[in-house]
């Protein structure tokens, strides 16, 4: 993507739709900890392109799941932060590692439709999956699905919070 905030549409509602097995904000943080990849080769100019290692899903795996476990120090901020959003917040160190793993997956999979640079079966020669899913989606059509992501998830997380409200006033 043009831009990690993208990412947030599709995370946002991948993660309402599954909260009850994913950690939402590992796995939308996920989506921010990949491009440190792309900020690092930026800056530093490293002369390579800027999604390389960890834009892999062997290597955004390992990256996942790091940032799974790193995260699972803050889970008492994302539990604060989760209570301010009124959306209810139960994760394991599991739960985490897992979401920090499939947050990159996602993260890896968009940036293969929408950059040419991105090898995301690294180290493996054979890239014939990869390419029947490169530019099958035009770029335009991927910012396009990202932002109509965004909207359904706002949607979705309004009427959750108006759900787990009213089940709240009803336990009283």
């Not at 009850?20 to 792309?38: G, M, Q, R, T, Y």
């Not at 920090?100 to 999956?129: N, Q, T």
Request: aromatic share 14%; with cysteine.
């Amino acid at each position: 993507m043009p831009f990690t905030p993208y990412h947030f549409g599709p995370s946002a509602f991948i993660g309402l739709v599954f909260r009850k097995w994913i950690d939402i904000p590992v796995f939308i943080l996920a989506n921010v900890v990949v491009d440190v990849e792309v900020l690092v080769v930026g800056i530093l100019g490293l002369g390579w392109p800027i999604h390389r290692y960890c834009h892999t899903l062997l290597i955004g795996a390992a990256v996942g799941a790091l940032w799974g476990i790193a995260a699972y120090r803050l889970r008492h901020l994302f539990r604060g932060a989760m209570n301010l959003l009124d959306i209810p917040y139960r994760t394991s160190i599991r739960k985490m590692v897992i979401s920090g793993v499939l947050g990159v997956w996602l993260h890896v999979l968009i940036d293969g439709a929408y950059h040419f640079d991105v090898k995301m079966f690294w180290p493996s020669k054979s890239m014939w999956l990869w390419l029947k899913l490169h530019r099958r989606i035009g770029q335009g059509q991927m910012k396009l699905i990202c932002l109509a992501l965004f909207v359904a998830a706002c949607i979705l997380y309004l009427l959750s919070v108006k759900v787990f409200r009213r089940n709240l006033a009803e336990a009283k």
